[in-house]
C-alpha cells in the first residue's frame, strides 16, 4: 500500500479558494491512478475526481465541474478548488493505485487512502 498523506485543508468563505495535495514518501505517483474523495457529516464519501496514471485525462463530479482542477507531478498530486460553495464542507480523502479500466471511465477500485483533510466553506 501507498502511505498518502493529505494537506491544504482548511475554512474559507464562500466564493474563496483552496489548493488540497496528497503526498506519499515511499512511492511516486506519477505511476499511479490516483482520486479525491469527499464525505460530509452523515453522508456517504462521494467520488470528486480523478486523474489516469499517465495524467492525460481527468475526471469529475458534475458537483465540482469546473471549478476543481485535478493534477499530478512525480511526488504529489492536487486538487484545486475554485468558487468554494458550503456544500463543498467535507473531509476530503486521497486515493491511489486506482485500476484505470480505459472505458471512459474514471480509474476506480483505489487500494490506498490518506487520512483526509478537513475542507470548511462559510457563507
Known amino acids: 500500500q501507498i502511505q498518502l498523506v493529505e494537506s491544504g485543508g482548511g475554512l474559507v468563505q464562500a466564493g474563496g479558494s483552496l489548493t488540497l495535495s496528497c503526498t506519499a514518501s515511499?512511492?511516486?505517483?506519477?505511476?499511479?491512478?490516483m482520486g479525491w474523495f469527499r464525505q460530509a457529516p452523515g453522508k456517504e464519501r462521494e467520488f470528486v475526481a480523478a486523474?489516469?496514471?499517465?495524467?492525460?485525462r481527468t475526471f469529475y463530479a458534475d458537483s465540482v465541474k469546473g471549478r476543481f482542477t485535478m493534477s499530478k507531478g512525480q511526488n504529489a498530486v492536487y486538487l484545486q478548488m475554485k468558487g468554494l460553495k458550503p456544500e463543498d464542507t467535507a473531509v476530503y480523502y486521497c486515493?491511489?493505485?486506482?485500476?484505470?479500466?480505459?472505458?471512459?471511465?474514471?480509474?476506480?477500485?483505489?487500494?490506498?487512502w490518506g487520512q483526509g483533510t478537513q475542507v470548511n466553506v462559510s457563507s
Open positions: 515511499t512511492h511516486a505517483l506519477s505511476n499511479y491512478a
Open positions: 486515493a491511489g493505485d486506482g485500476v484505470d479500466y480505459g472505458l471512459g471511465d474514471p480509474p476506480s477500485d483505489f487500494h490506498s
Open positions: 486523474i489516469t496514471w499517465s495524467g492525460v
